[in-house]
């Protein structure tokens, strides 16, 4: 199945092939002050259908483009590469439209001491 999704004012939207079960709840630097919920996917079954210019923060290792929307702040998604050196994407799952969040499976990650 095709997910659609966007950040809050609509300048990014995605579409993402595939289905979403599990999602991550992970306690890095970022992720616990931001406080999505992920999905990661292969970096050609999310394309990027929005009109906007994403704006992009990097930290640590900067391995990870962490794309979020410069007008409404939203972070939708993110693009980088895995630690076997394929690049894959990351979807903020609370931007996915109409999922139901409470039927998740979430599973914690100690991305804090990574
Ligand atoms: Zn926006």
């Given at each position: 199945m095709t997910h659609t999704g966007r950040c809050h004012c609509g300048s990014l939207a995605f579409e993402l092939d595939g289905e979403i079960a599990e999602v991550y709840d992970c306690n890095c630097s970022m992720c616990r002050r931001r406080g999505g919920m992920l999905a990661f996917a292969a970096a050609d079954a999310l394309r990027e259908t929005g009109s906007g210019t994403p704006q992009t923060y990097r930290f640590n290792?900067?391995?990870?483009?962490h794309h979020f929307c410069?007008?409404?702040?939203?972070?939708?998604y993110s693009r980088g590469v895995g630690p076997d050196g394929v690049e894959m994407a990351c979807i903020n799952?609370?931007?996915?439209?109409?999922?139901?969040?409470?039927?998740l499976k979430i599973v914690q990650i100690n991305g804090a001491s990574l």
């Open positions: 290792t900067h391995n990870i483009a410069g007008t409404c702040g939203i972070a939708p799952v609370r931007c996915v439209d109409g999922i139901d969040l409470a039927a």
